[in-house]
């Protein structure tokens, strides 16, 4: 079985920053690729940024310049570092992983909120 837990989300002014991290734990025998989506209250789930095994990146337009997704291979962790955060950056904020264990399987966290104030 696999585990996602999230942490780093809060309460941030308009401008601010905040990191949220993600670690993954369990019988995993390859990452293919870890990232971000998240979900405004009454909008469907969207995606942030994704980070493949290769390092290939993909960003949302709207967080484009202003997000940097990062991994620890070694801890099996993903970052996401945000930068000159918007209140419409406010939502649910989910990690997803792509993981081999004996099978590939499509795993998310829990959640994390952020709230940007303005």
């Known amino acids: 079985q696999v585990q996602l837990v999230e942490s780093g989300g809060g309460t941030v002014q308009a401008g601010g920053s905040l990191r949220l991290t993600c670690a993954a734990s369990g019988d995993i025998a390859r990452i293919n690729s870890m990232g971000w989506y998240r979900q405004a209250p009454g909008k469907l789930r969207e995606l942030v940024a994704v980070?493949?095994?290769?390092?290939?990146?993909n960003y949302a337009d709207s967080v484009k310049g202003r997000f940097s997704i990062s991994r620890d291979n070694a801890k099996n962790t993903v970052y996401l570092q945000m930068n000159s955060l918007k209140p419409e950056d406010t939502a649910v904020y989910y990690c997803?992983?792509?993981?081999?264990?004996?099978?590939?399987?499509?795993?998310w966290g829990k959640g994390t909120l952020v709230t940007v104030s303005s």
């Open positions: 997803n992983a792509k993981i081999t264990t004996v099978y590939d399987g499509n795993y």
């Open positions: 980070l493949g095994s290769g390092g290939n990146t």
